[in-house]
Each structure stands twice: as C-alpha cells, then as structure tokens.
C-alpha cells in the first residue's frame, strides 16, 4: 500500500528592506557601510534578509549558522563571482580571485608560504623593521608630537611586507610609490564592488589616477620579479620561495603569475595589518586599563628584549587583544559571494545567480552572540569562552576551504609589532578627535587617528 510522502516545507522569500527609488540603499552602502548593514541586519534579527545596490539584489547573511551553509556547508554552490570581478583588475589570477580547479592549483602553489616553519623565520625580518622604526617613534615622543597613526602604521606595515617579499631589493623611492600606489588601487577598486552592475566602459571618477596607479604597480613588481637576484646566500623572501615554485605541471611559475600572487600578499599583509595596528593602538590609548594589562605581560615575558617567535605563546592576552581588536574593527568588513545555482540558506529561498554580502562587522556586533557587543572586552577570547561560541561568529578571516591562507602571518605580525612598540611607548589620544569607522575600502577612522606617544 503507498505511502504518502512527508511534505517538506517550501524555502521562505526573504523579509525586504527598502531604500531609495532606484538606487536602493546604494547611497547610504557609499556613505556609511558598516552602519547600513548594521541598520538591515537589525531590523530582521537572525534572518536573511534581501535589498538592493542600484538594480542590484543581494541577500545580506550575518547568522553563524547561515554563515556557515555558505563557506563551508554548501561553499561549491557559493562562489566569488560578480563583485569580486572588479578586484581583477588588481590581483589579476590569483589566489583571492580564482575558483575551482584553479584555486586549488594557486592554494597548493602558496602553501609553503605559510608553513609554521616559514611564517617563524620571518618574526626576525619583522622585528628588524620595527627596530628601524622605534627612533622616528622617540623623535616624536621626546618632541610632543602628534602622530598620524593612519600613516604611520600603513608605513610601517608597508615596510614590514617590502622586506619580507623582496630583502631589501626594492629602493626606497620605489617602495614609496608602489606604497601610494597601492592605496589608491585598493580604495578606488573596492568601493566601486558596489556599483559592480555598471558595464565596463561607464565613466566612473578617479579612473585616470586607477589607470596610472595599476600601470605603477605592474611596472615595479615585474621589474623585481625579472631582475637577477645577486649572488651568495639564498634569500628567504616571498619573492624567491615564489619564484623557485612550481605549479601542478611542474612547470615554472610565470612573470605574470608571479606578479598577482605578489600583488595579493601585498595587500592582504600590508592593508590589513595596518588597519588593525591603528584600530588597536586607538583601543589602547581608550583603554588605559588594558593598555596597562598588556604591558605587564609584554614585560613579564620578555624583560625588555626583542620578541622572537617562540615568546609569541607567552603572550595570550596580547593575542586577545588583538583578536577582541579584529573583532570591533575587521579590516575586510565585508565580503560577497555569488550563487550559481537555485539554493536555501536558512530555509530562505536563494535563486541562482544571487549576490550574498556577507559582513564580519554586523555579524560581530550581533548582541545574541556578543553581550554588550559595542564594548571592548578581550576576556571574550579565553579558550573557555571561544569554545562556547558558534563556530561562525567570528569570521574575520572568512572560513571553510577558503578562509584566508595569510591569517597566522597577520596575527604574528600584529602581536610583534604590539610587543615591540607597547614595551618603550604609551599612546594616548590627541583631545576633541571623533574617531568612527568608514568602510569605503578597507575598515579605517573616518577621520584619521591622532596620537602622542611618550616614553615609559
């Protein structure tokens, strides 16, 4: 006798949040960004909810459980696409931009980088950065005066990644420009991710100073990259451990390839750790008590000296400090994914060829994950208390297969250059600052960031 079969429920349409007439909330994501998605999420707690960029819909995912069915559970279905098509004029083909059978080529090809082995034994390369930099920070601390941490952390971090890619191969001139280079590429190329919907040839601003930075950026790195490397012992930078890979033909890696991958570690290693060495020193000139916490662990561990790779496990609180830092202000506030095909997540029906924006930042300050979410509390990453959490609440690194491969590299950057720094400096903000986030690009103060170090 049939039986009949258990009726599944059909997948919901998604709640709408509405904007403008025709633009939708395209005006508000240029404006504010971060505060926008904040205002969606909010008005429909735990749910997917969908809205509009110009003629654009996109489904805004923040729950870890939905988070989780579209970078782990279903990622195949779930692929970079449509947004991300923009950054190519940047990256090229490379590990951020690819899919498929190609990313797993370019993620075999970049694994070695980034080795526990590798990633130690460029903690000294790092260290000897900062300690070039301290004189310039005493010059300033002996002086009075202020310093623009904005600046001073994207020269820095800039420096810490032209030493650790090219050994000093690079003229100072040269890394100044690429520097500057870079930071109009990447602002320019990923506030127009909004406005991705605009056919190639619309007249957008800013396109010449694009142009003129890309053509920058090729000329130095292909230069390095087909420069001889001079005799004597081997080098222990990206370049050359790039340079000697092969790909799954064994064949050598080309110019060009070389080139993206280059151009993508830049980025990933100089732009976010430099956003997230601004947003902490901020946190700490806020914060006396924890800024005070700190530096008894720093001395504690170390005694004044030099952090070496293995002191970096003496250091928890540091580490919680700059995860609870990532946490407040993710430098990749946001990133979109793309459906391929007919799909759910949650239960709420997902046509294929979707855009998804996924947002560390709204889902951070998510007060069902997070108690007093917009409070600075780096107690919340104590091994008991991680464990407790859904896996996907905490997503500044993305996750699943292709969560990003240079994580342990910024972590171990961060916390050198925070020992180093916090063991001689103590930072405190310059008066009648308003200090918010402004997500046009990377997550960085809207305003810029003032502060004076003095001497401990």
């Not at 609870?324 to 007919?342: C, Q, V």
């Not at 600052?433 to 997500?439: D, E, L, S, W, Y």
Request: glycine content about 8%; hydrophobic content about 40%.
């Amino acid at each position: 006798m049939p039986t009949n079969p258990i009726a599944l429920p059909s997948p919901e349409p998604p709640p709408h949040c509405k904007g403008y007439p025709l633009v939708g909330i395209l005006p508000n994501m240029l404006l504010d960004g971060p505060s926008e998605l904040v205002r969606l999420a909010r008005q429909h707690p735990g749910k997917v909810c969908t809205s509009t960029l110009g003629p654009l819909r996109f489904y805004l995912v923040t729950h870890p459980e939905h988070v989780q069915e579209v970078l782990a559970d279903k990622w195949q279905n779930f692929g970079k696409g449509g947004m991300y098509r923009t950054m190519r004029r940047l990256l090229g083909n490379s590990l951020f931009t690819s899919e498929g059978d190609e990313w797993v080529r370019h993620r075999r090809l970049m694994q070695p980088l980034f080795t526990s082995k590798y990633l130690a034994s460029l903690a000294a390369t790092i260290a000897q950065v900062v300690t070039n930099t301290i004189p310039r920070y005493g010059a300033a601390a002996d002086a009075g005066a202020e310093l623009d941490m904005v600046k001073e952390m994207a020269h820095l971090g800039e420096g810490i990644i032209i030493e650790t890619m090219f050994s000093g191969s690079i003229t100072p001139s040269e890394s100044a420009t690429l520097a500057e280079s870079f930071v109009v590429a990447v602002d320019t190329l990923l506030s127009r991710m909004f406005v991705s919907f605009l056919p190639s040839w619309f007249p957008l601003p800013g396109e010449r100073a694009l142009r003129q930075a890309l053509t920058t950026i090729d000329e130095v790195m292909l230069r390095l990259i087909r420069a001889p490397r001079s005799g004597g012992a081997p080098r222990n930078d990206l370049l050359s451990l790039l340079l000697s890979a092969k790909d799954n033909q064994l064949a050598e890696v080309d110019a060009q390839q070389v080139r993206d991958h280059l151009v993508t570690l830049f980025i990933a290693g100089s732009e976010t750790s430099a956003d997230t060495m601004t947003w902490l020193f901020y946190i700490l000139a806020t914060h006396p008590e924890v800024q005070e916490k700190l530096r008894a662990e720093v001395e504690s561990a170390l005694g004044g000296r030099t952090p070496e790779f293995s002191d970096l496990a003496n250091l928890p609180y540091t580490r919680m400090v700059i995860m609870e830092t990532i946490r407040l202000y993710p430098a990749g506030w946001f990133f979109p994914r793309f459906s391929k095909e007919d799909d759910t997540i949650g239960g709420t029906a997902i046509p294929g060829g979707s855009t998804i924006l996924l947002s560390p930042y709204v889902t951070h300050r998510d007060p069902a994950l997070w108690p007093e979410p917009n409070s600075f509390l780096p107690e919340r990453f104590a091994a008991e208390r991680s464990a407790a959490r859904p896996r996907f609440a905490y997503l500044p690194f993305g996750g699943g297969p292709h969560q990003c491969i240079g994580m342990q590299f910024a972590l171990i950057l961060t916390q050198m250059v925070t020992a180093m720094l916090v063991q001689r400096f103590r930072p405190s903000l310059v008066p009648g600052q308003r200090v918010v986030p402004k997500g046009r690009g990377s997550l960085k103060p809207r305003h810029g960031l003032k502060l004076v170090f003095t001497r401990v």
